[in-house]
């Protein structure tokens, strides 16, 4: 099973940010966050990933709760592009079990 | 760089058939993984190797193998292909744990 809880599916106005929330109660000290995106008929691509501190890049923002229980994606200002399915997932760096299991995603709408 | 490469990128094939998938990277890159992803589901994780010369079973591992042939590559076969096996199968490599996957652009396979 998945280790990380997302929302189905959520629904943004174009040019407006979205947040995209996951739940990972579960994490361990060695979890990182990763996120990745996959568009329609593409492969997924990498987004974000995260320790401990928030996190920003070209594509994103990652926020991560202090507790590490959860986190959020940032997009800070959705474009029609941006409407993909949204991957959050742990990757420990230290158990030698390398098991990277993805869940089912939430798939984000952009509403024109 | 191509980054990774999956070839073919569409194959049909007849119950019983075998096939291999091919999967290369040019980055050097340790961990290579095989996922497979039905129609509107997430990637499930079929096997994994996390240095040349290892590699380790995921999620849904009946009915395929898998061959580490070298750093570069890493091939899934299916000695007798199922109709339940008809799914788009992606290869994605890493270069560690700490850093982020990188996934081909995926090999669509129908058996009938």
């Known amino acids: 099973d998945a280790k990380t809880t997302q929302p189905n599916s959520m629904e943004s106005n174009e040019e407006e940010p979205v947040h995209l929330p996951c739940n990972h109660s579960?994490?361990?000290?060695?979890?990182?966050i990763h996120w990745y995106r996959q568009l329609p008929s593409q492969g997924p691509e990498y987004v974000i990933h995260g320790l401990t501190s928030n996190v920003n890049n070209r594509m994103a923002s990652l926020a991560i709760a202090e507790d590490r229980k959860s986190s959020t994606l940032i997009l800070h200002r959705a474009t029609l592009r941006d409407a993909a399915v949204y991957y959050c997932?742990?990757?420990?760096?230290?158990?030698?079990?390398?098991?990277?299991?993805f869940g089912k995603g939430t798939r984000l709408h952009i509403l024109p | 760089n191509a980054g990774v490469t999956q070839t073919p990128k569409f194959q049909v094939l007849k119950t019983g058939q075998s096939m291999t998938l091919q999967c290369a990277q040019d980055m050097n890159h340790n961990s290579m993984y095989w996922y497979r992803q039905d129609p509107g589901m997430g990637l499930r994780l079929i096997y994994y190797s996390a240095s040349e010369g290892t590699t380790d079973k995921g999620e849904v591992p009946n009915g395929y193998n898998v061959s580490r042939l070298n750093k570069r590559e890493f091939s899934l076969r299916l000695e007798s292909a199922a109709p339940s096996q008809t799914s788009v199968y992606f290869c994605?490599?890493?270069?560690?744990?700490?850093?982020?996957?990188?996934f081909g652009n995926g090999t669509r396979l129908t058996v009938t």
């Open positions: 579960t994490i361990s000290g060695t979890d990182y």
């Open positions: 997932i742990l990757r420990d760096v230290t158990y030698r079990d390398d098991k990277i299991i």
């Open positions: 994605a490599s890493s270069v560690d744990r700490e850093s982020p996957l990188h």
